[in-house]
């Protein structure tokens, strides 16, 4: 029997890569008298990574990195006017609509009749509730939790503080980095539905995921399916290769 | 009898207000060819109170607006190079040491002998939380609670989330418009402990005090004897005058 379902939000529940490919193209336009759109991306990414100890993750983040990179890239020839263009685009990042996946309304209806619901997401404190807020479906959640990274040891936290068994929880999400891994490496229930555009950082080398079981959905309206199964313990994971 | 003691953490547990003021010497500094001193902090306190909707608290939220607060003020003129010295200032604050209050540490170690505590604190997630641990004395608190902002629907929240009564609960913080008339107006104990350095932001004009009652000290060893007066119902908090 499951307890919980828990949910990344940020491409899981609505889109939200698209809005970050939206602000590169807005440097990379800035850039373009410096370099190709494939270096600024790759100078942008290499800033990121750097920067992730200082900042960790969210929109206030991105932002800054753009500033730093077109800093940087350019030799610091760049000019205050085309910074304010870069902060533009990262304000209009904040305050976009929440633009829901497809099915993910009437999912989290149809889950919520039966079984506690949890959104656990990482990045800006601030953004994050208030896209949930705007989301309009804030109320199926009995649990929303913000947090800056997500690792086992964040997954093992949240379990002990709502007195979770991991195996009676399940992930949803469409990072196998920060969704999936973590949870199966615990015993917990994951189940990876990917998006169609994901961060570089998110990404996974096939050794990082060893013998870890999770389950693959193609569309968040399968998901009802595989919990009645999962509570009726029917349910067989994939085996890690994806088959 | 006192249930739970709160503590706000910046310039309540530990020193923050002079990261903040030694970034925006390096501000003033590179903006020195253009304004004064006085008229950069103006621009500065302008552009972060626009932005707080979009950004929320924090150094990050504080590094986007001295970014954007440079090129405004030198009409678009400013360089990358100085743009990274910015970013350079804003990098320094977030891995700077934390630097505790003087007699935070052993007031915490004993209030938490006899009361659960729990830190209240708003800015950047992974900040606040990095700030926590390197502060040495997260293992006093039962409970950290990282939010956006701080008002009496944030209070509410919480004393419903943790099943405080206002009666029983007690803030402790710098900040009389964060920390303690949202506190006194729910009907909970506050003790004010003023800072002598105070973001514009956070003052409060005497008209906003109305009648609410709180208390006042100097020094937070001071607080273990107020403590033992509330559990014993002995106390009676100042007049909102301050007298």
Redesign the interface.
């Given at each position: 029997m499951i307890d919980v379902i828990a949910f990344d939000a940020d491409d899981t529940l609505w889109h939200n890569e698209p809005l970050y490919a939206e602000a590169q193209q807005v440097l990379a336009q800035v850039l373009s008298p410096y370099m190709d759109p494939e270096e600024v991306d790759r100078a942008l990414y290499a800033t990121e990574a750097q920067n992730l100890p200082?900042?960790?993750y969210g929109i206030?983040?991105f932002?800054?990195s753009m500033?730093?990179t077109?800093?940087?890239v350019?030799?610091?020839?760049?000019?205050?006017?085309q910074?304010?263009e870069i902060?533009a685009a990262?304000?209009r990042m904040?305050?976009h609509p929440v633009r829901l996946l497809g099915r993910a309304e009437e999912t989290l209806c149809e889950l919520a009749k039966s079984h506690r619901l949890m959104v656990i997401t990482k990045g800006?404190?601030?953004?994050q509730?208030a896209k949930l807020a705007r989301s309009g479906v804030a109320h199926h959640f009995t649990y929303t939790e913000?947090?800056?990274?997500k690792t086992e040891q964040t997954y093992r936290d949240l379990m002990n503080k709502h007195q979770i068994s991991a195996e009676r929880f399940v992930m949803v999400g469409n990072s196998l980095k920060s969704d999936i891994l973590p949870v199966a490496a615990l015993g917990g229930q994951a189940v990876w539905i990917p998006y169609h555009l994901t961060w570089q950082h998110e990404t996974v080398t096939p050794h990082q995921i060893g013998g870890l079981c999770y389950y693959e959905l193609d569309d968040i309206s399968q998901l009802p399916g595989l919990i009645k199964q999962l509570d009726g313990s029917q349910a067989t994971p994939n085996a890690p290769d994806g088959s």
């Open positions: 200082y900042y960790g206030k983040s932002a800054l500033v730093e077109a800093c940087q350019t030799g610091g020839k760049i000019q205050g006017e910074i304010l902060i990262a304000k904040l305050s800006d404190l601030l953004d509730s913000v947090v800056s990274d």
